[in-house]
């Protein structure tokens, strides 16, 4: 199985900063990469798909760059709405796995 | 409007059994690799299975392989999770999530693009 790791688990942050998730694979994935941002008590949402395509009606602040073995997810200016868990999943094998989470929180 | 609707969650005793169904609606359904998500409680995501858009072909995690069946009736546009032999770590929120799947030049784009609300299954005695 392809292991997914984020870093860092938890981070805080305040409204307006600029965030950087990071994604590592256990191997090449290409740009199979996906990241879903998920609220509490909520259904995940999908934000960004092939490692940099924004999915229709998500904010151009969020942005992902990266292929092979490391990825980013990165948000220029935190918005208050912003602050949730985000995971990154990859694609290249048809069983998907997901990484552990990253927790924004609000400084 | 495109949906999906997960039913079927309960209490069941460990070794008991459960079938979890979720209902599509507003998209072509028999055009969608179809996927179950769980997540217990307090933890991260975690992808189950996968069905393709015909049924022909299905895809299980590790933990579940040999527990769980998946399956689709393209018919009535909806996805079933037949879970048996369960046990105390199986309790979790279940999700379905679409996966479009499509091509497009050289490349494939594989995501899951839309999520039902999730169902909850409890495993205790």
């Known amino acids: 199985d392809i292991q997914m790791t984020q870093s860092p688990s938890s981070l805080s942050a305040s409204v307006g900063d600029r965030v950087t998730i990071t994604c590592r694979a256990s191997q090449s994935i290409g740009t199979y990469l996906n990241w879903y941002q998920q609220k509490p008590g909520k259904a995940p949402k999908l934000m960004i798909y092939a490692a940099s395509s924004l999915q229709g009606g998500v904010p151009s602040r969020f942005s992902g760059s990266g292929s092979g073995t490391d990825f980013t997810l990165t948000i220029s200016s935190l918005q208050p709405e912003d602050f949730a868990t985000y995971y990154c999943?990859?694609?290249?094998?048809?069983?998907?796995?997901f990484g552990q989470g990253t927790k924004l929180e609000i400084k | 409007e495109v949906q999906l609707v997960e039913s079927g969650g309960g209490l069941v005793q460990p070794g008991g059994s459960l079938r979890l169904s979720c209902a599509a609606s507003g998209f072509t359904f028999s055009s969608h690799w179809m996927h179950w998500v769980r997540q217990a409680p307090g933890k991260g995501l975690v992808w189950v299975s996968c069905v393709n858009s015909d049924g022909s072909s299905t895809s299980y995690a590790d933990s579940v392989k040999g527990r769980f069946t998946i399956s689709r009736d393209n018919a009535r546009n909806t996805l079933s999770l037949q879970m048996n032999s369960l046990r105390a770590e199986d309790t979790a929120v279940y999700y379905c999530a679409r996966d479009p799947r499509y091509g497009a030049g050289y490349y494939y784009y594989y995501y899951m693009d839309v999520w039902g609300k999730g169902t909850t299954v409890t495993v205790s005695s």
């Open positions: 999943q990859q694609a290249y094998s048809t069983m998907y796995t």
